[in-house]
């Protein structure tokens, strides 16, 4: 069973477990009788997730909606499949991804193309396509009524143009898929650590701050982070994610006037990155701690240095 957490006003906190533990999140809604996906992990975890219906006792049928924040596989890439075992659930996208969900085969080249077919296949295995008449387009300031519970979808580009992050009135939260962040439970035990995520190919500073600005303007009282879980400290998290998209950028700036060497550029960033892990209060060795970055790290680096290419 995959390991979840109570993370209040019936939302439950799922570990999709994608490549360790305490990485990336999917979230149950409980609202009414009914329950939402928010994100759905990749294929392999839809069993996982049926799994945990039915030990909460909630019926298939009693799915309405799924909702994943953006059309990245680890966030979207078992809507197909989850939809399948959903019989009444519609599949919430922003205006920019729903076409990949009704026809992913492009999604999928284009995928393949960074990761390498047999990666791929064993990471995300067949992408199903949904049926269209399944599908909720969610403009800009788009409102759902899930059973009484208002939930907002705001257009948030930055990290991805086809991103949004979705208000919970109730709760006072906002799930932000990766537009706020990418937080590490394992290096907060002494301290809290996150920092932007600046993934290939649609990263923009620009973008990005005016996207945190915009969430900070509903004055949250949590972010729930898909990497990973839930954080109350949003004030001192939306400053250090501000400074920190500037720093990056001006990293990558610095680097580009000698001519940009993405091997140079990955210890730059990752030296960056374990200072600031340290400041934050995170005693582990510090081999330990790079180890644990070094994949987001390189993945920050690609992005980066498409944005500063393009
Ligand atoms: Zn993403």
Known sequence: MLDTFDVGHGITCIDTGYTRPEMTACYLMQQGGAAAFIETGVNRNVAGLLEILDSKGIAREAVNYIMPTHVHLD????????????????????????????????????????????????LFGVLMPVDEGRVIVADDGFVLDFEGRKLEFLDTPGHARHHYCVVDELSGGIFTGDTMGLSYPQLRENGYFA?????????????????????TQYQPDCLYLTHFGRIDEVESHVEQLHRDVDQLVEIVKRQSQSGIDESELISAIGQYLLERAQLAGCELPPPDIEELLAPDVKLNVQGLLHWANH
């Open 195 to 215: 920092f932007p995520t600046t993934t290939p190919v649609q990263f923009d500073p620009q973008a990005m701050h005016a996207s945190i600005d915009r969430i």
């Open 75 to 122: 966030h979207a890439g078992g809507s197909g499949a989850l939809m399948n075992a959903l019989p009444n659930a519609q599949l919430i996208m922003h205006p920019r991804g729903a076409r990949h969900m009704i026809d992913p085969s492009k999604l999928a080249e284009g995928v393949k193309a960074v990761y390498g077919e047999e990666y791929f296949t064993d």
